[in-house]
């Protein structure tokens, strides 16, 4: 079966620091994968995804990037954060497929200070 | 306007009750459309794939699109405490999932 790992769970970061938050997959080969944001009371908005290694299409412009260094790896990172990149964030797989659903990690709550 | 419209709530409803939670969308491109829920403080859980017009039962739960008016609904019979979650729906195109704010769902005793 395929499972999903996500760490770390918390994170508080100071202002200025940078962030790294890694994603990995087991059961699957060659996934879908993406990062979402979720604000408070909100729902998830598609940071990135990437339909294969080194292969990454961001959706809105921020002060976040993604890579894809392994087929099952993924990883959100700043080089200097801001106050506003705080938010629960949520990393997914799917099937490697235009249609697909997604089945997600148990998140990562980041407060930057 | 937003691709996948969903009101929030909250919605509180005593055990035992037909829970009706409901989603219209813009985007004529979805092909596919999800239901999650989500406890607090964790990771959504898929709970119905629908990708057609129609309705698509699970054991309580039932999940209904009509690609006419842009209106997918999912129903939960027989609502029970451990129900209590947000509620998010979500539609997909060309490999990406578009979803709604969610809806906070409470079920007491």
């Known amino acids: 079966s395929q499972t999903i790992h996500q760490w770390p769970a918390t994170l508080v970061q100071p202002v200025g620091s940078p962030l790294s938050l890694e994603c990995t997959v087991e059961?699957?080969?060659?996934?879908?994968l993406y990062w979402y944001r979720q604000a408070a009371g909100r729902g998830l908005q598609l940071l990135f995804y990437?339909?294969?290694?080194?292969?990454i299409s961001s959706e809105v412009p921020q002060n976040l990037s993604a890579s894809r260094p392994q087929d099952r790896q993924f990883i959100l990172s700043s080089k200097k954060l801001l106050l506003s990149d705080s938010g629960f964030y949520l990393c997914?797989?799917?099937?490697?497929?235009?249609?697909?659903?997604?089945?997600f990690g148990q998140g990562t709550r980041l407060t930057v200070v | 306007q937003k691709e996948v419209e969903q009101d929030p709530g909250p919605l509180s409803v005593p055990e035992g009750a037909i829970v009706s939670l409901n989603c219209t969308y813009s985007?004529?491109?979805?092909?596919?459309f999800m239901w999650y829920r989500q406890y607090s403080r964790k990771g959504p859980e898929l709970l119905m794939y629908t990708y057609s017009s129609g309705n698509k039962e699970d054991g309580r739960f039932t999940a209904q699109v009509d690609k006419s008016s842009k209106y997918i609904s999912l129903f939960i019979r027989d609502s029970q405490p451990s129900d209590s979650a947000t509620y998010l729906c979500?539609?997909?195109?060309?490999?990406?999932?578009?979803f709604g704010q969610g809806t906070i769902l409470t079920v007491h005793p």
């Open positions: 997914a797989w799917g099937r490697q497929s235009l249609n697909t659903e997604a089945f």
């Open positions: 985007n004529s491109a979805f092909q596919y």
């Open positions: 990437s339909v294969g290694i080194g292969q």
């Open positions: 059961g699957t080969s060659n996934p879908n």
């Open positions: 979500a539609g997909t195109s060309y490999g990406k999932l578009t």
